[in-house]
């Protein structure tokens, strides 16, 4: 049902910034738990969790925490919150442009209620302090996401860079 | 990952934990970090700088002074991920770099889904539970980590299975035991568990017996005490269903199970074949002669 590797340009994962699109990579299922997943589900937590991408962005870089309730729930959305507050705090703003994505899915439990997902991501951050952009980085990181259903679509709880 | 740029910087590092240092590079900053643990940051250099942390989950901003450690006390980076640092002097060049904060080794809280609450009884894998494992800050521990599932059940029958985590995730299924009640589902690793209640009822009914007896002009039709295959009593309210079959004709009464037994009265009819049923399962057959 899934072809061994699928690339697609995310157009979901246009960057606000120039219009630039991260490619999206998404490895073959080596799936942990007893439930199948859809291609209809597959591609709905693909689609969120790339969407998750420009809320976060956006919300960092305007430090608007109100942006990260469509995309983010529980511990993953108070961090990022809690971040907000303090790039406000100190007067800094973080630009994050994802480049590529790497995807993969690892868990869907048994009951449906959680997926797990794992991306090694390229992305670009811009630091700004005051309106002054202090430093502008390339980062390559491996991301474990777990994410949850909610209304209409699949939340991020957890977001969260781990060493490879 | 190291990333250089043209203002210089060196020194020794002084780390407050056990901690492997990126090497090459004047800013020297640790490799990684264990979440809520101190750790310091080395410059070289003289005059004033700021130094950025910088996260998606959190953000630190110093005023430092080049050439010295910066140390940043437990409880300062608590949030797991990669961090940039970012070193600037006023006037002058940028020097960055990154490391790693990892979830503390400890796990503190487990998030434990186990369904259903409520199932029949003997079923094989009939109930799931899966677990992701939390240090005391939240982060999820991805490093392997095994979990203890365990089911017990009022009559003490255990079952046991241990999974190790896989990204922070594992998961099992338990069979349903024969006994209906309240069976307690928990997991555990180390020190923290987490547990939850799983309602075993009933199966459907087995070997459903009915007799019957004439009054005046009406069968009293009675069921033994419905049990499942277990022998666990069928719950009251369950519909049990007999059909009375004539020449010309056919009657239907549903009845809820009260006291553990169906009973009802209909009407006699020579040569009629009554039969009971509760749901898909078929009971005995009665045929009736006047």
Redesign the interface.
């Known amino acids: 049902m899934f072809k061994p590797l699928l690339i697609l340009s995310a157009t979901l994962a246009a960057s606000a910034y120039g219009g630039a699109q991260a490619s999206v990579r998404v490895e073959p299922l080596t799936l ?3 439930r199948p997943l859809q291609e209809q589900t597959r591609a709905a937590v693909i689609r969120d969790y790339l969407q998750s991408w420009q809320s ?1 962005s956006a919300a ?1 870089d305007q430090n608007r925490p109100a942006l990260l309730d469509a995309d983010f729930v529980g ?1 993953a959305k ?3 919150a ?2 907000i507050q ?2 406000a705090a ?1 007067g ?1 703003r ?1 630009h ?1 442009q994802d480049i590529s994505h790497d995807l993969q899915i ?2 869907y ?3 449906g ?2 997926i ?1 997902l ?1 991306d090694n991501v390229e992305y670009n ?1 811009q ?1 700004i ?1 005051h309106d002054k952009v ?2 502008t ?1 390339r ?3 491996h991301y ?1 996401v ?1 994410l949850t259903p909610a209304e209409v679509s699949w939340r991020v709880r ?6 490879e | ?1 190291k ?1 250089r740029l043209p203002f210089l910087l060196g020194g020794l590092a002084v780390a407050t934990t056990q901690l492997a240092f990126a090497q090459g590079g004047s800013m020297r900053v640790p490799k ?1 970090v264990e979440a809520g643990s101190a750790f310091s940051i080395q410059s070289t250099g003289s005059g004033q700088a ?1 130094l ?1 942390i ?8 110093r005023n430092v002074q080049l050439g010295e450690t910066t140390t940043f006390p437990a409880g300062s980076l608590y ?4 961090y ?1 640092v ?1 070193l ?1 002097a006023a006037g002058a060049s ?1 020097e ?1 770099d ?1 490391f ?1 904060v ?2 503390a080794t400890q796990p503190a809280k487990l998030s434990f ?1 186990a ?1 259903p609450s409520r199932l029949p009884v003997s079923l094989h ?1 009939g109930i ?3 677990v ?1 494992v939390f240090d005391p800050y ?3 521990i ?1 490093a392997p980590t095994p979990v203890s599932f365990e089911l017990s059940s009022p009559a003490g029958t255990v079952q046991k299975r241990v999974v190790v985590t ?4 594992a ?1 099992t ?1 338990m069979d349903s035991t024969a006994q209906q009640g309240i069976d307690k589902f928990a997991a555990r690793v180390g020190d923290v568990s987490s547990m939850r209640v799983v309602e075993q009822v009933p199966g459907d009914p087995c070997a459903l017996k009915m007799s019957a007896r004439q009054s005046g002009q009406q069968l009293q039709l009675a069921t033994d005490p419905v049990r499942d295959c277990n022998g666990n009593a069928v719950p009251d309210g369950t519909i049990v269903t007999f059909t009375e079959s004539y020449r010309g004709g056919q009657s239907t009464v549903d009845v809820p199970l009260k006291r553990g037994v169906a009973e009802v009265e209909m009407p006699v009819h020579s040569g009629a074949t009554i039969s009971v049923a509760s749901g898909v399962v078929m009971g005995n057959q009665i045929g009736w002669e006047k």
């Open positions: 942990q738990g007893p976060f960092l511990t108070e961090k990022l809690d971040t303090q790039q100190l800094v973080t994050y690892v868990f439990s048994p009951e209620l959680s797990e794992t951050v630091v302090d202090t430093a980085q980062v390559s990181a474990v777990v957890v977001f969260q860079a781990v060493p | 990952m990333f990684t700021t950025y910088i996260g998606p989950a959190q953000v630190l901003k949030n797991a991920g990669r940039l970012v600037t940028t960055s990154s790693d990892v979830p889904l369904k894998d799931t539970g899966a992701y939240g982060n999820l991805a896989k990204d922070g995730a998961w299924g």
